[in-house]
C-alpha cells in the first residue's frame, strides 16, 4: 500500500510566519495503488502522481496549498491491469505503469457531454488544428521591455484542459520553514489536470482554492502612487507634495526609491545597492519626514535590494552581527541567506521592524540578483516575496508587499511590480494585453511603471495615453528613471497633456469606491479586476481577436489607446468588438448597438472606455480636494439607460487585520429600466446599507449621473415617499418627497440629480417619468470631429453637408466612400454614423 509523507509538528518559524494551508485531501477523493495515486478534487479538476517508493505527498507546497475540496461524484472502474476514473467533465484512462503517454489520458468534455479533447501524458497543449491553445500566463519582469516579451503558459487553454507539474515544487512545512522534496526527480511525479473545457472563470476559482485566495489589498493601495528613481531631499520631496496638493492631484501612497539609504559607500563594502541606513544628509529627520507623509495622507514604501546583506558600515550591523555571532572586530558581513531560519527572522527583527516603527508602511522588494540559494531549486525571489507577505502584517495591519511575479502562487503576496520598461509605444502596446492575460494565471495586481522607466523617448502624448491606462488598469503608480529629462510630474507636459494626466488622475481617486467593491469580488469570488474578454465569451471567436480589449470590473468594458493619433484628423484608432446588447461611452455618453467588430477614434481627451447598458458604477464625489481614501460622505453613481441592473457596493475600514464577514457594510443599488410609456417610469433604489455601519459616514449626499437618457421628468423619494411608523419607529426617518436639483447635459446625454444628506439607514428612490434612450447627436459629433480636423475647409464642408441634408447612414457611407478620404476620417465618420445600426 502507498505511504504519505508524514505531517511532523517542528518548532519552527513564528506562527505570523506560517502560512495557514489544508494540504490534505478528503480520503473519499482519493483512487490509489502501489505506486500511484488519483484525487479528484473537483468534475474538473484531478491530481495525478506517480511514485516508484509509493510515497506521495500531503502537505502544503510553493504551489499547492488547499487540496480540501467537497468530495465530488465520481465513478471507478478497477481492473487489474486498467483503471478508469470518470466525472461529470473527465475520464481517466490509466494502465497503473508509470506514467506513459500511451498508458495515461483524459478525455475532456464541455457541459454537454460533448468531446472537446483528449490529454495523453507528454502532451503539449494543442488545438485540433495542431496551433498552440495555451491562452497565456505573464512573465517574471517587463524589466528592459521595449515591446513584446515571451509570457509563460497561463491555466486556461482553448483545448480545454491544462497540465500543473508540481512535481519539483518545494515543501512549505508546518512549522513555516521550507524543504526540498523527498520525491522529486523521475521517479516522482505530481500532475494536476485543469479540464475545464471553456468555463474559464471556474477554472480559475478553483485554482485559488488549490494555491490560496487573492488577499485583499488596502483600499489605500488602489489609489495614486508617485513613484521615481531619484535623489530626493527632504525639503524636495515635501515641496513636490505640497505641489500635488497646490495642483489637486491626489496620491495615496509615496515610493520611495533606493536612494532613501547610503549608496555611495566604501568600496571594500562592494556596491551601494543594498542598505538599510537612511542617508542623512538627504533625509535629516526620517521619522519626521514619514510624520509628515502620513498626515498628508500618504502610505510610505522603501526600496530594498537585499542581496548583499549587511555590511559593517550600517547602522544595524552591530546588532545583527552579534546575534548571528559574524566576527564584529574584522568587519564581517553579515552574508544574505533566506533559506535560513535563524537569518530570517534577524532580518526582519534588525532591518526591517525597527523602520516600520519610525513610519515605513510597507516594502517595495526589488530583487534582480540572481535565483539561486542555498536550497536546490528555491528561488530567492519567491522567499522573500513568501516572508515578507507574511511579516506585513505583523502589526495588525492588512498584509501588502510589492515585488515581482515568482511563479503559479504569486499572487497570494500582492502587489506585483513589472519592472523597468523603455518610455516607447510599444511598450504601451504590450501592457494592456500583459495585464489582461496575467489573469490566466491568477495574477491580478500588476504596478506597471507607468509613463515607462527609462530611456526611450519624450512623447507627450505617449505620457497622457499611459495615464490613461493606468486609470484603468489594477495600480496606477507613476515612475521614472534619475534622468532630470525624465519625470512624470504632470506640469512637465504641454498644457493639453497636463490637464489630461491631471484629469485621469483625479478619475482614478474618484473611482475608489468602484475599485474597492472589485477588490472584494477578486478576493471572496476570484474574479479579477481586469479580465480578458473571452472569460465571459469563450465561444465568440471575436472575443480572442482584441488582446488590448478588457473588462475592467463587472460594469466596465476598456480599450486603452496604445498607438499615436492621426496628426490630420485629430483623433486615434482603437480595434474593438462589443458583445451584444447596447454600450455607452462612459465619457461622451455615445451609445453603441453590440454584436460586432468596430473601430472607435478618441481625442488626446478619452479613451474608449464602455459601460453595458444597466451598468451602475459609484465613484467619490469630492467638493473640495483631499488624498483621503476613506469611504466618502459624498457619492457620484453613475447609471447607463437601456436595461436593469443592479450593484452592490462593498466597504469596510480598508485597512483591517482579517478580511471577516462582520467587517463589511453593503450598500445596494438597483436601476429599473422601463419603456418610456410605462406609467411606473424607470428608478433607482439604493437601498438602506446593511452590516457594519460604522464604517461609513451616517448619511450622504448623491449625485446621481443617469447616462444616455433623453431629458425626463424626475422625482426623489426617501423611504419610499409616505409616512410610515414602523420607518420612523426603526430608524427615526421620516419619509417624504426629497427636494433635490436636477439638470440635464444635452451635450452628453447625462441627467444629474443631487440629493444632499440622507441617512444611510434608508431607502433613497429616484423615479423618471418618461425616460428614453437618448439618440446620438450624429450632426453635431460629425461637426466637432471635422472642426479639428487638419484638412481643407472646402472638404469640410461638403462632408458636413452631405450629412446635414442625408438622414440614412447607409446613403451616407457610400457617398463618403466615393470621396476617398484619408482613412481614419472616413473611420471616425464611419463610427459616429453607424454607432447605432
Known amino acids: 500500500m502507498y505511504q504519505t509523507i508524514p505531517n511532523k509538528q517542528e518548532v519552527g518559524l513564528p506562527e505570523h510566519l506560517r502560512l495557514e494551508a489544508q494540504p490534505s485531501a478528503d480520503q473519499g477523493a482519493v483512487v490509489a495503488g502501489e505506486h500511484y495515486r488519483f484525487t479528484v478534487l473537483t468534475p474538473q479538476l484531478i491530481r495525478m502522481e506517480y511514485n516508484e517508493n509509493g510515497r506521495f505527498e500531503d502537505r502544503a507546497t510553493q504551489t ?9 461524484e465520481f465513478q471507478v472502474i478497477d481492473q487489474e491491469h486498467r483503471l478508469q476514473i470518470i466525472t461529470k467533465y473527465l475520464r481517466v484512462e ?69 497540465v500543473i507539474d508540481d512535481s519539483r515544487s518545494l515543501i512549505l512545512k508546518e512549522d513555516g520553514r521550507v524543504e526540498p522534496r523527498e520525491t522529486a526527480g523521475a521517479a516522482g511525479l505530481d500532475l494536476y489536470l485543469f479540464g475545464y473545457g471553456h468555463e474559464y472563470v471556474a477554472c480559475l476559482r478553483d485554482f485559488y482554492h488549490l494555491s490560496g485566495r487573492t488577499p485583499l489589498l488596502p483600499r489605500y493601495a488602489l489609489g495614486n502612487w508617485w513613484s521615481r528613481y531619484y535623489r530626493y531631499t527632504e525639503e524636495e520631496y515635501k515641496a513636490l507634495f505640497e ?34 541606513t537612511w542617508n542623512r544628509e538627504l533625509f535629516p529627520d526620517p521619522k519626521g519626514l514619514l510624520e509628515w507623509l502620513h498626515q498628508n495622507g500618504q502610505r510610505v514604501t522603501l526600496n530594498v535590494h537585499p542581496a548583499d546583506g549587511v555590511r559593517a558600515f550600517e547602522e544595524p550591523y552591530l546588532a545583527i552581527a552579534a546575534d548571528l555571532g559574524v566576527d564584529i572586530e574584522q568587519g564581517e558581513a553579515v552574508e544574505f541567506d533566506i533559506t535560513d531560519p535563524k537569518f530570517l527572522q534577524a532580518y526582519f527583527k534588525y ?35 513568501h516572508y515578507h507577505y507574511l511579516d506585513s502584517g505583523r502589526r495588525g495591519s492588512r498584509k501588502l508587499t510589492f515585488s515581482r511575479y515568482a511563479g503559479l502562487g504569486s499572487h497570494r503576496y500582492p502587489v506585483g511590480f513589472s519592472g523597468d520598461t523603455i518610455v516607447t509605444w510599444e511598450s504601451l502596446d504590450f501592457q494592456p494585453y500583459f495585464t489582461a492575460t496575467a489573469s490566466n494565471a491568477g495574477y491580478g495586481w500588476w504596478s506597471h511603471d507607468i509613463g515607462g522607466h527609462m530611456l526611450g523617448y519624450l512623447d507627450d502624448e505617449l505620457a497622457a495615453r499611459w495615464v490613461q491606462f493606468g486609470v484603468f488598469s489594477p495600480i496606477l503608480r507613476l515612475h521614472s528613471s534619475s534622468s532630470p529629462f525624465n519625470s512624470k510630474e504632470p506640469w512637465r507636459f504641454n498644457p493639453i497633456a497636463e490637464q489630461v494626466m491631471k484629469q485621469q488622475l483625479r478619475l482614478r481617486h474618484r473611482l475608489l469606491p468602484y475599485l474597492y467593491t472589485m477588490n472584494r469580488y477578486a478576493s471572496r469570488d476570484g474574479l479579477p479586476l481586469v479580465q480578458p474578454m473571452y472569460y465571459r465569451h469563450a465561444e465568440q471567436h471575436e472575443a480572442y481577436e482584441v488582446p488590448n480589449q478588457y473588462y475592467f470590473g463587472t460594469e466596465l468594458i476598456a480599450c486603452p489607446v496604445t498607438r499615436p493619433m492621426h496628426r490630420e484628423i485629430g483623433v486615434a484608432e482603437v480595434k474593438a468588438w462589443l458583445p451584444e446588447g447596447r454600450w455607452i461611452d462612459f465619457f461622451k455618453g455615445r451609445v453603441y448597438d453590440g454584436g460586432r467588430k468596430l473601430l472607435l477614434y478618441r481625442d488626446l481627451e478619452h479613451i474608449p472606455v464602455l459601460a453595458k447598458a444597466g451598468a451602475i458604477v459609484p465613484m467619490a464625489d469630492f467638493p473640495e480636494f483631499t488624498h483621503s481614501t476613506e469611504n466618502p460622505a459624498q457619492l457620484e453613481v453613475r447609471i447607463f439607460a437601456g436595461a436593469d441592473g443592479r450593484f452592490e457596493l462593498w466597504e469596510d475600514a480598508g485597512d483591517t487585520a482579517e478580511d471577516r464577514d462582520e467587517n463589511w457594510c453593503r450598500t445596494e443599488m438597483v436601476w429599473t429600466w422601463k419603456a418610456a410609456e410605462d406609467v411606473q417610469g424607470s428608478s433607482l433604489t439604493i437601498l438602506p446599507a446593511e452590516g457594519n455601519l460604522s464604517v461609513v459616514p451616517k448619511q450622504r449626499s448623491w ?57 444611510v439607514n434608508v431607502s433613497l428612490t429616484v423615479r423618471l417619468s418618461d425616460a428614453r434612450l437618448a439618440e446620438n447627436r450624429v450632426v453635431d459629433e460629425v461637426f466637432t470631429l471635422l472642426d479639428r480636423a487638419q484638412i481643407r475647409f472646402q472638404l469640410k464642408e461638403q462632408i458636413y453637408q452631405l450629412v446635414k441634408e442625408t438622414s440614412a447612414s447607409s446613403r451616407v457611407l457610400p457617398s463618403l466612400a466615393a470621396m476617398e478620404l484619408e482613412p481614419a476620417l472616413y473611420g471616425a465618420l464611419c463610427e459616429i454614423l453607424c454607432a447605432r445600426y
Open 64 to 72: 499547492v496549498v488547499n487540496r480540501l475540496y467537497p468530495v465530488p
Open 94 to 162: 490509466y494502465d497503473k505503469r508509470p506514467f506513459t503517454r500511451h498508458g495515461l489520458s483524459v478525455q475532456v468534455r464541455s457541459g454537454n457531454g460533448h468531446l472537446m479533447s483528449v490529454w495523453r501524458y507528454g502532451d503539449a497543449e494543442l488545438n485540433w488544428d495542431g496551433t498552440g491553445a495555451n491562452l497565456g500566463g505573464t512573465a517574471r519582469t517587463l524589466d528592459n521591455a521595449d515591446g513584446t516579451i515571451a509570457l509563460e503558459p497561463g491555466l486556461l487553454s482553448r483545448s480545454g484542459y491544462t
Open 243 to 276: 505641489r500635488f496638493r497646490q495642483e489637486q492631484i491626489p496620491f495615496s501612497v509615496a515610493v520611495l526609491d533606493m536612494d532613501w539609504h547610503l549608496v555611495e559607500i566604501d568600496p571594500q563594502y562592494g556596491s551601494g545597492w543594498t542598505g538599510y
Open 351 to 385: 532591518l526591517h521592524h525597527p523602520l516600520e516603527e519610525e513610519g515605513v508602511d510597507f516594502w517595495w522588494i526589488d530583487w534582480q540578483q540572481g535565483g539561486v540559494t542555498k536550497v536546490p531549486g528555491l528561488d530567492p525571489l519567491w522567499m522573500l516575496n
Open 703 to 759: 449625485k446621481l449621473v443617469f447616462c444616455g437618457v433623453a431629458e425626463t421628468g424626475v422625482e426623489v423619494l426617501v423611504n419610499g415617499g409616505k409616512e410610515s411608523e414602523s420607518a420612523n419607529e426603526s430608524n427615526g426617518a421620516k419619509a417624504y418627497t426629497r427636494v433635490h436639483d436636477s439638470s440635464y447635459d444635452e451635450q452628453t446625454h447625462t441627467l444629474t440629480v443631487m440629493v444632499p444628506e440622507v441617512p
